[in-house]
């Protein structure tokens, strides 16, 4: 049974949330309720405890059971935070990692997958400042259920109204069934660039940022995996939760990577490897000559063939591509080579996506059918989009209900 914890923040529109919480919990999810202390002046805990049979917190300091810290207790049991109606107050502060009250708090301290459904002024929503925090949340993976257009309870006309329940709880079950899509299955991800050394101070690496590895682990947790990750040093911290093994060379990441792939069920390339390593690392630094330079570079092993071999045969594998065109046969080529079921190419030559920026563009491939494309979105979106499609050749998966 799914655990959600139900958000209701000070909009007229907070008396909807009684019926949001039914909705829910009808869905057959255990729903615990959190008002804002705002909220609290429109609709009542006793309305929430009497509806869910759950206790309902509204200041930061509220403890149902003595001596434990409810914030952190909700957030780690949740396995969907929904915000509905979430005004632009809480969207603003959340945004920011403002935690004022028992709500901010546990959303600051919860790592799940998050839905919220505004509901406020139009000229509230439409404020730069929303409209950026809103682009915030979205790019940190949080489901906007946009709000209607139409009357407003001021009497403004506008986009503001909390959307209509059953859409809300609609995107509710169906990301509590993504949220079940990958139980039980182990994913590996490699991630980060390698750094291959020349002596004691310097190496050979690439522009790998380890965003995208980052955001298919967290995705991939999200879907209820036992997620590791073997990262290379990447600019980004990997997210919290899954196993991580971190490694500096292509030879590490091979040798760590080699001892997971053996029971993994879906295996994600996502790390940028050095080709090549310094044939010798010379002892200590190199110092400055007036000679030219000449740097013996041997190849590396590809460690996604590998791992392709020491996997299970129900296996899948993904590879990335960062190709510098659009022209997908390079990428194809590689899927072939490598033994991969799918290769998910992005067009470096584009500005703003892939290295080291906050979106991405793929094309899948996989090796029947024509390639999909994701459009522009965030990491996070773009794991999202990827995780959907190739969870489907796992054995035994079901289509998301
Ligand atoms: N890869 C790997 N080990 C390597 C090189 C690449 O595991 N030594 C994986 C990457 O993690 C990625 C895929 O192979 O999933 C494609 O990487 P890419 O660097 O694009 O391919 P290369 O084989 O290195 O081809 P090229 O550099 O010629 O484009």
Redesign the pocket.
């Known amino acids: 049974m799914a655990n959600v914890v139900l958000g209701v923040t000070g909009s007229i529109a907070a008396y909807r949330a009684a019926d949001l919480a039914r909705e829910l919990m009808r869905g057959g999810c255990t729903v615990r309720v959190c008002l804002t202390p705002a909220a609290e002046k429109f609709v009542t805990r006793v309305l929430f405890e009497s509806l869910t049979g759950q206790p309902c917190l509204v200041w930061a300091f509220d403890e149902p059971e003595a001596g434990r810290m409810a914030h952190i207790d909700w957030a780690r049991q949740a396995d969907l935070l929904v915000i509905a109606p979430a005004t632009a107050n809480i969207l603003n502060k959340i945004a920011s990692g403002v935690a004022d009250d028992m709500l901010s708090t546990i959303a600051l301290a919860y790592t799940g997958p998050m839905l919220v459904a505004p509901a406020m002024n139009p000229a509230m929503l439409a404020n730069e400042t929303t409209q950026a925090s809103l682009r915030r949340l979205v790019s940190r993976g949080v489901e906007v259920v946009q709000p209607a257009e139409g009357e407003v309870a001021c009497g403004e006309h506008g986009q503001g109204k909390l959307a209509s329940v059953s859409e809300i709880a609609s995107a509710a079950m169906a990301l509590i069934g993504w949220t079940r899509r990958l139980e039980g299955r182990r994913v590996l991800v490699?991630s980060g660039p390698?750094r291959e050394p020349i002596d004691s101070v310097r190496f050979l690496s690439n522009r790998s940022s380890g965003k995208m590895g980052a955001a298919l682990a967290k995705a991939a947790l999200w879907m209820g995996a036992d997620v590791t990750v073997v990262t290379g040093p990447a600019a980004v911290p990997p997210p919290l939760g899954p196993k991580v093994v971190r490694v500096e060379t292509?030879l590490e990441?091979?040798a760590a990577a080699s001892r997971e792939a053996p029971t993994a069920d879906l295996i994600?390339?996502?790390?940028?490897?050095?080709?090549y390593r310094a044939a010798e690392q010379h002892p200590g630094k190199m110092r400055r000559t007036e000679e030219d330079l000449v740097l013996r570079l041997v190849?590396?092993?590809?460690?996604?063939?590998?791992?392709g071999r020491l996997a299970k045969p129900d296996a899948v594998l993904?590879?990335?591509?960062?190709?510098p065109t659009d022209d997908l046969a390079?990428?194809r080529a590689?899927l072939e080579?490598?033994g991969?079921h799918f290769?998910?190419a992005n067009d470096v030559s584009q500005a703003g996506i892939g290295f080291e920026s906050d979106e991405n563009e793929l094309v899948l491939i996989g090796r029947e059918g024509s390639p999909e494309r994701s459009g522009r979105l965030s990491k996070i979106g773009c794991a999202k989009w990827l995780l959907d499609r190739v969870a489907q050749a796992l054995p035994g998966e079901r289509e998301t209900p």
């Not at 993904?318 to 190709?323: H, L, N, R, Y």
Request: charged share 20%; proline share 6%.
């Open positions: 490699t390698t292509a990441m091979l994600l390339a996502v790390a940028a490897v050095a080709d190849p590396n092993p590809d460690v996604v063939a590998e791992l993904v590879g990335f591509a960062a190709e390079a990428a590689k080579r490598k991969l290769i998910a």
